[in-house]
């Protein structure tokens, strides 16, 4: 496929830690739909378009360990000792997550119980919901005369509240021209109001992309002081990014996605 190179092998009793990417099936890396073709085992995520799943061998056992917020979930420990239990029965494990699994998405936590197990693992980077997400908003999250700097933030700790005790509120918002918020919209009235009392102006440009990369994608344009309610009279729900900053206008010149 690709001249001089040979992809490695997905090895027996390993365990490889995949990026599926933003949403769009087409957007995974070359290296992880190879992984995917040598699988033995897949064990995917809520945010992985089941499309994947076809470039996988028909005969591999395929598990889903989705997590949403508000629904029944396998837990993060279940999950993590299913790959063990798999790899040690020396399958050929793919572990698929959305985005990029470094990137708010666990990616460091099981690779660590993986490691403490004895369990060998490779890293296959994917694209990050917070740059191809935003690209497809016709956002980019850096512009040579807007930022020199952009900050990636989750919007819920480990308890599922805002995450105030691991965030500088007032440090992140002097400190940060652009700010791209993960998993933000639940809380999207507090993290907003946060940001204002911190010291970021009430009108600052905001963007509310919902369904990033999809056909069905939603980009809801408005300002710090007015998106919170404007996020709850559109209607707009998970899985969503928040952008905060003077990139967000840029859409209106380089939305080429048209969603």
């Not at 990026?19 to 040598?38: F, K, T």
């Not at 020396?90 to 990137?103: E, Q, S």
């Not at 919901?129 to 016709?138: Q, R």
């Not at 440009?205 to 009279?233: F, G, I």
Request: with cysteine; aromatic share 6%.
């Amino acid at each position: 496929m690709i001249r001089d190179y040979t992809f490695p092998e997905l090895e027996p009793g390993w365990v490889w830690l995949v990026g599926a990417g933003p949403g769009d099936p087409g957007l995974i890396s070359l290296m992880g739909a190879e992984a995917l073709r040598q699988a033995d085992a897949v064990v995917y995520d809520a945010l992985v378009d089941e499309r994947l799943l076809s470039l996988a061998p028909a005969d591999a056992e395929i598990v889903f360990a989705g997590k949403r917020g508000g629904r029944p979930s396998p837990k993060q420990t279940d999950i993590t000792q299913r790959l063990i239990g798999l790899a040690q029965q020396g399958k050929r494990v793919v572990r698929l997550k959305g985005g990029d699994p470094f990137v708010f998405g666990r990616g460091g936590e099981e690779a660590l119980v993986l490691r403490e197990a004895g369990v060998n693992f490779r890293v296959v980077p994917g694209i990050s919901a917070g740059v191809g997400g935003l690209a497809y908003a016709g956002i980019p999250v850096t512009h040579r005369t807007v930022n020199a700097a952009v900050s990636f933030v989750t919007g819920h700790s480990m308890s599922g509240d805002v995450p105030d005790e691991r965030l500088d509120w007032e440090a992140l918002s002097k400190g940060s021209p652009v700010l791209v918020i993960f998993m933000g919209i639940k809380h999207i009235a507090r993290i907003t109001q946060r940001l204002i009392d911190a010291g970021r102006p009430a009108d600052e440009p905001v963007a509310v992309v919902c369904k990033a990369t999809y056909e069905d994608q939603q980009v809801l344009m408005s300002t710090l002081s007015a998106c919170a309610q404007d996020v709850e009279t559109a209607g707009l729900t998970p899985p969503s990014l928040i952008v905060v900053g003077d990139v967000v206008p840029l859409r209106e010149q380089l939305n080429w996605n048209h969603g």
